[in-house]
């Protein structure tokens, strides 16, 4: 299966995305967790991610598809994807898609999971001790909220015109929101986890 996460940040995208990598036995992929790797990591790319980051903006196209492509492609060929904070905008979901469609490993379904901005904001305040540089700072958290409303809320008409969007309540409690996320993939949350 290949699964497309979109959501507000805050809204639970990597929360889900392990629990469903692990439910489904498909590769979680996570464009933040890569490009924080790279930052870890000290490589060129990771240098000049880093400061993007740490702003809250978004990093430049070209650095995201050089983390992303592979990773997708190889777990593709696995069997699936989950994939998390990709695409984040119009051109990264055009470029993504000219790419997959003619390897047939495009997304098969998006996930919105759907919160406000208000919960958003709480538990990314509340993540704060956890040491997220993006979480410690207001201005900084607000302008996360802002590059998703510009930038990759408009990719909800994008995939609801290609009749692949589904939308799930993301404020219920994590286990609710992955018994929903599941019930819409036509999964019984209660069979025997897939290996
Ligand atoms: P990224 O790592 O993608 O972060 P994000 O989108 O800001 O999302 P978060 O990880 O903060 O939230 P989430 O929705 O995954 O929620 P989570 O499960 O963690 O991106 C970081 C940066 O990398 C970007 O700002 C940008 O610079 C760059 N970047 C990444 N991808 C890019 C791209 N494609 N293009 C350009 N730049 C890119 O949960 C959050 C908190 O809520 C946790 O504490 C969790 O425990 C809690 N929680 C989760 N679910 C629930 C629930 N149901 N009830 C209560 N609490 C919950």
Do not use: C, W
């Not at 993007?52 to 592979?70: A, Q, T």
């Not at 492609?73 to 699936?80: I, N, Q």
Request: net charge negative.
């Amino acid at each position: 299966m290949r699964i497309v996460l979109l959501g507000v940040p805050g809204s639970g995208k990597g929360t889900q995305g392990e629990l469903l990598a692990h439910r489904l036995g498909i590769e979680h992929i996570s464009s933040g967790d890569l490009l924080r790797a790279q930052i870890a990591a000290k490589t060129e790319l990771g240098r000049a991610a880093a400061g993007y980051l740490d702003r809250g903006e978004l990093v430049p196209d070209d650095l995201v598809f050089e983390v992303v492509s592979e990773a997708v492609v190889r777990a593709a060929a696995a069997g699936g994807y989950i994939l998390d904070g990709f695409p984040r905008n119009r051109a990264q979901a055009e470029h993504a898609y000219s790419l997959a469609a003619p390897r047939d490993i495009a997304a098969e379904v998006v996930v919105y999971l759907e919160l406000t901005d208000d919960t958003a904001r709480e538990r990314l305040t509340g993540r704060a001790s956890l040491g997220r540089v993006d979480d410690a700072d207001g201005a900084i958290i607000e302008r996360r909220l802002q590059l998703y409303h510009d930038e990759t809320q408009p990719l909800l008409a994008y995939y609801r015109e290609r009749g692949i969007l589904v939308t799930i309540d993301a404020a219920q409690p994590v286990e609710a929101v992955t018994g929903a996320i599941l019930a819409a993939l036509g999964i019984d949350a209660n069979a025997q986890p897939l290996e």
